[in-house]
């Protein structure tokens, strides 16, 4: 198995613009969580998850940030619009309900 | 409320001293404990599970239920251990829901 796989590796959009974050998680497992993390914050806990269905997401800040998982094999962050502040470090990561395995991360960058 | 707590933000040692990360929970059930590692500009890596008992790169981690920790330890710290290391906790009953720990950033120096 590749691992967990996240796309784009870098993101860099305008102030304003809609931002589109994948994850395909590891075949099999059953958890998907949306991790953010910056130097300020360090890691934070957007949403999580389970077969499919949205468990938690009361780390999304705002309304502005979106999760889907329309299926078992791929998951969605959207930001609409994005601000300068939403620049950061975002993870995904997918676990059978044990230890999390990462993605290697979107770092996007809002100017 | 589950809680993990590394108190050190930033700790330096040098090359062949022995490393302790210390890593507290709180959480009245029995949890599922864990280390990961974020090498420079990386994904973080599952380093340790508490209920494997392993060790892994010359890292240890024993669970103390007494004391609610579970310390980081290497005898001989390497340059390439320089990382930042977090620690985790899963309750019972939360689908696999990983609370972080704010992370140490671990530096060697030679």
């Known amino acids: 198995d590749a691992g967990v796989i996240q796309s784009p590796r870098h993101e860099v959009t305008e102030m304003g613009q809609e931002v589109t974050l994948r994850c395909k998680p590891i075949?099999?497992?059953?958890?998907l969580f949306w991790y953010r993390q910056t130097m300020m914050r360090g890691l934070e806990l957007l949403i999580y998850?389970?077969?499919?269905?949205?468990?938690?997401d009361s780390g999304m800040p705002e309304d502005r940030f979106s999760a889907k998982m329309p299926n078992a094999s791929f998951s969605t962050l959207k930001i609409q619009p994005s601000e300068p502040r939403d620049s950061a470090v975002y993870f995904c990561?997918?676990?059978?309900?044990?230890?999390?395995?990462f993605g290697q991360g979107t770092r996007l960058t809002v100017v | 409320a589950q809680r993990v707590t590394q108190p050190e933000k930033l700790l330096s040692v040098f090359k062949g001293a022995p490393v302790e990360l210390k890593c507290n929970y709180s959480?009245?059930?029995?949890?599922?404990l864990f280390w990961y590692v974020q090498y420079s500009r990386q994904r973080l890596q599952l380093l340790l599970r508490?209920?494997s008992r392993e060790s892994i790169k010359g890292f240890t981690a024993d669970l103390n239920k007494g004391e609610t920790s579970f310390h980081l330890k290497k005898p001989f710290a390497q340059e390439e251990d320089s990382a930042m290391y977090y620690c985790?906790?899963?309750?019972?009953?939360?689908?696999?829901?990983?609370?972080f720990g704010r992370g140490t950033q671990l530096t060697v120096w030679p």
């Open positions: 990561a997918s676990s059978q309900g044990g230890a999390a395995f």
């Open positions: 075949s099999g497992h059953n958890s």
């Open positions: 998850f389970n077969n499919n269905v949205p468990i938690d």
């Open positions: 959480y009245s059930g029995s949890p599922e």
């Open positions: 508490h209920i």
């Open positions: 985790a906790l899963i309750r019972g009953s939360t689908l696999g829901r990983l609370y």
